[in-house]
T-cell receptor, first 111, second 112 residues
Framework: KQEVTQIPAALSVPEGENLVLNCSFT??????LQWFRQDPGKGLTSLLL?????REQTSGRLNASLDKSSGRSTLYIAASQPGDSATYLC??????????FGAGTTVTVRA | DGGITQSPKYLFRKEGQNVTLSCEQN?????MYWYRQDPGQGLRLIYY???????QKGDIAEGYSVSRERKESFPLTVTSAQKNPTAFYLC???????????FGSGTRLTVV
């Protein structure tokens, strides 16, 4: 069974600092890995989807890397802003369509 | 715009009552899912459906039921057998594992 771990559980940084969020998974035979953002009381918003054949994916200030062999993905957020405060989740699908989620990293960006 | 619509946003259930949460998608996705989210426990899969008229139990299906009569709709019924239904419920859909998953905005269910 795929196990997904996210470290740290919480992170607080001053505005302008770069954020580094980590995600690890136990079974390296993944199809892809997806990063989500969740604001309090809201649904999940997809940020980036990295296919197993890719090493990284970028969208604006967000960059996600994937190292299948070591079972790791890292989400980088450049020049953080207070609006980046949220919980960030990573997830990987299994071959029966089900998603395995990490517990998330809660980010607070201080103005 | 394509997306997933969950309704209602907030729902209150009395003891012994069944309630139904709605999930509709216009993304033409084949697969749909229901997740439950509790503080400190992450997301747990309740039921999922890969095609119309077929669905499978997830990790915490007891006390819940679903139907999939149309491709666009996957309603979840929380029955009186579910002893601790207060939670945030999320519906999701996917066209296939290669293309990622889309989530709705959620329904918060509270027992009163």
């Amino acid at each position: 069974k795929q196990e997904v771990t996210q470290i740290p559980a919480a992170l607080s940084v001053p505005e302008g600092e770069n954020l580094v969020l980590n995600c690890s998974f136990t079974d390296s035979a993944i199809y892809n890995l997806q990063w989500f953002r969740q604001d309090p009381g809201k649904g999940l918003t997809s940020l980036l989807l990295i296919q197993s054949s890719q090493r990284e994916q970028t969208s604006g200030r967000l960059n996600a890397s994937l190292d299948k062999s070591s079972g790791r993905s890292t989400l980088y957020i450049a020049a953080s802003q207070p609006g980046d405060s949220a919980t960030y989740l990573c997830a990987v699908p299994s071959n029966d369509y089900k998603l395995s989620f990490g517990a998330g990293t809660t980010v607070t960006v201080r103005a | 715009d394509g997306g997933i619509t969950q309704s209602p946003k907030y729902l209150f259930r009395k003891e012994g009552q069944n309630v139904t949460l709605s999930c509709e998608q216009n993304l033409n996705h084949d697969a749909m899912y229901w997740y439950r989210q509790d503080p400190g426990q992450g997301l747990r899969l309740i039921y999922y459906s890969q095609i119309v008229n077929d669905f499978q139990k997830g990790d915490i299906a007891e006390g819940y039921s679903v139907s999939r009569e149309r491709k666009e709709s996957f309603p979840l019924t929380v029955t009186s057998a579910q002893k601790n239904p207060t939670a945030f419920y999320l519906c999701a859909s996917s066209i296939g594992m290669d293309y990622g998953y889309t989530f709705g905005s959620g329904t918060r269910l509270t027992v009163v």
